[in-house]
Nanobody
Framework: QVQIVESGGGLVQPGGSLRLSCTTS????????MGWYRQAPGEQHEMVAQ???????NYADSAKGRFTISRDNAKSTSYLEMSNLKPEDTAVYYCRADGPDWHPEHYWGRGTQVTVSL
């Protein structure tokens, strides 16, 4: 059974930093594009950052310059380093694994809460 598990969320003050991890199992991690998405209460689901199998990165405008996505293929894990956090970054953050065109499977994690507040 495929598992996508996020960790590292929590409460942080404005201007602070967090590192989210997305650990996967039972997928061929190396061929999947990994993505981080978020959803705040009353808001739509939003793509935050993506990283392809060749480590090409794509960021939402709100994440550029503050967030960094990375992957460790040996550990089948993706990371989202977040700095200079703002209250508007408060959301549940979800990890998603997207297979290539010839293997179009995708999987979601259950999410981790990030709260930015004094």
């Amino acid at each position: 059974q495929v598992q996508i598990v996020e960790s590292g969320g929590g409460l942080v003050q404005p201007g602070g930093s967090l590192r989210l991890s997305c650990t996967t199992s039972r997928i061929n991690f190396n061929i999947y594009t990994m993505g981080w998405y978020r959803q705040a209460p009353g808001e739509q689901h939003e793509m935050v950052a993506q990283i392809t199998p060749r480590s090409v990165r794509n960021y939402a405008d709100s994440a550029k310059g503050r967030f960094t996505i990375s992957r460790d293929n040996a550990k089948s894990t993706s990371y989202l380093e977040m700095s200079n956090l703002k209250p508007e970054d408060t959301a549940v953050y979800y990890c998603r694994a997207d297979g290539p065109d010839w293997h179009p499977e995708h999987y979601w994690g259950r999410g981790t809460q990030v709260t930015v507040s004094l």
